[in-house]
């Protein structure tokens, strides 16, 4: 996974507070977990701040012009239909808006090698370039915090362990949302004050 991890963030230098930072927290939905055969079903942004207020908020199904059957994937996961998909943006024009929300943010999500890996995939076949600054991968974070791996850094466990929840998983925006508003707990936990301290948790 390559993604820039600049110097100096695009609002301010290394002392910017974290309050400051923008982050774009991101979420997909997919058919499955390869990124060679399987695609993007949704995309979820929330784009919030360090302190933890929200910016704006985005989420859009993926339509493609056509899909094999049963390749929609896991219904009973995702509860995603064709119907649904049909009201959806094209890949271009998704990835295209994903790029216009991102910029002069630190990509994050929860999982970011997976989100990623799928985007990136669209990326290259549609001759997109995203524009990572980052990433931030709050699964990472909340690992670190316990490097003998005695809890479940699911999602919804690292929320719930802050008092967090979402009574829609595995949709892209909720999931999204969950990730926003863990991320100023995890980012306190690890005393990260500056976007330089920020910075040493990319990758």
Not at 15 to 24: E, G, K
Not at 40 to 65: C, H, P
Not at 99 to 108: E, K, M, Q, Y
Request: net charge neutral; aromatic share 6%; hydrophobic share 40%.
């Amino acid at each position: 996974m390559t993604a820039a991890v600049p110097t100096t963030h695009l609002n301010g230098g290394p002392t910017t507070s974290i309050d400051n930072v923008r982050f774009a927290v991101v979420d997909t939905e997919t058919t499955g977990l390869s990124t060679d055969d399987d695609r993007v079903l949704q995309i979820g942004v929330v784009v919030v701040r360090g302190d933890g207020s929200v910016e704006r908020e985005f989420v859009t199904y993926v339509r493609r012009l056509t899909w094999g059957v049963g390749h929609v994937g896991a219904f009973h996961i995702h509860g995603i239909t064709r119907r649904q998909l049909r009201s959806g943006m094209k890949p271009r024009e998704a990835l295209e808006t994903l790029n216009r929300l991102i910029d002069g943010c630190v990509f994050t999500a929860h999982n970011a090698k997976f989100d990623i890996g799928f985007l990136q995939s669209d990326s290259t076949r549609l001759e997109v370039p995203l524009k990572l600054t980052g990433p931030l991968c709050t699964l990472n974070l909340s690992r670190k915090l316990d490097p003998q791996r005695t809890m479940s850094h699911k999602l919804k466990d690292v929320a719930a362990r802050f008092g967090k929840s979402t009574d829609r998983p595995h949709d892209a925006l909720a999931d999204a949302q969950l990730t926003a508003a863990v991320l100023p707990d995890l980012l306190a936990a690890h005393r990260v004050t500056t976007y330089a301290e920020l910075a040493s948790h990319f990758g």
